[in-house]
């Protein structure tokens, strides 16, 4: 069945350190890919998709681009801040199938 | 426009004890779903609503009901509360059938079974 694999977590960072979160998939046919956000204390809020392959989404700094020659959709931003701080969660869905499929999140802490 | 908005935020209850988790959503949406996280385990679906009228079971569904009450409300019962049940469960509603399925979550409710 479809999967989603994230590199594990915490992941500590400096301010305007370069960002990069690992997120490969296994799927058929052509799923989206999703990046979706949780801030402490709250639900996840999407924060980029990609539809088809080579397609970039981006969003609030953040780039993640659709490889589907290498199955990935790693999640980069060129300089985290402290409110980046949070846990970030890769996510496919394949039409038709009513379930998105999510990573087991990966932690951030961005230090001042 | 309130999105999707889930009641309680907090509760603890006994061994045994039964409860209702409830959730409506604002946005028009067709489709609606239960999760549970937990440390290192992701977003676990519990079930889902692809239409009002339709439920169908997920991932992890045993020891849960649901109904769909109407296009707005989906709610998840615990019948007999268990501590492995401890967990913070969230709500999440999606337009369906189309290319995105973009999920909208509400802010959660944490649950401790004693």
């Known amino acids: 069945g479809d999967s989603v694999t994230q590199m594990e977590g915490p992941v500590t960072l400096s301010e305007e350190a370069f960002l990069t979160i690992n997120c490969t998939y296994t799927a058929t046919g052509y799923p989206s890919l999703f990046w979706y956000v949780q801030y402490p204390g709250e639900g996840l809020q999407l924060l980029l998709k990609?539809?088809?392959?080579?397609d970039k989404g981006s969003n609030k700094g953040f780039e993640a681009t659709y490889r589907k020659e290498t199955t990935s959709f790693h999640l980069e931003k060129g300089s985290v801040q402290v409110s980046d701080s949070a846990v970030y969660f890769c996510?496919?869905?394949?039409?038709?199938?009513?379930?998105?499929?999510f990573g087991a999140g990966t932690r951030l802490f961005v230090k001042a | 426009n309130a999105g999707v908005t889930q009641t309680p935020k907090f509760q603890v209850l006994k061994t045994g004890q039964s409860m209702t988790l409830q959730c409506a959503q604002d946005m028009n949406h067709n489709s609606m779903y239960w999760y549970r996280q937990d440390p290192g385990m992701g977003l676990r679906l519990i079930y889902y609503s692809a239409s009002e009228g339709t439920t169908d079971k997920g991932e992890v569904p045993n020891g849960y009901n649901v109904s769909r009450l109407n296009k707005r409300e989906f709610s998840l019962r615990l019948e007999s509360a268990a501590p492995s049940q401890t967990s913070v469960y969230f709500c999440?509603?999606?337009?369906?059938?189309?290319?995105?399925?973009?999920?909208?979550f509400g802010p959660g409710t944490r649950l401790t079974v004693l």
């Open positions: 999440a509603s999606s337009e369906s059938g189309d290319r995105y399925n973009e999920q909208f």
């Open positions: 990609a539809t088809k392959a080579d």
């Open positions: 996510a496919l869905y394949n039409t038709g199938g009513f379930k998105t499929i």
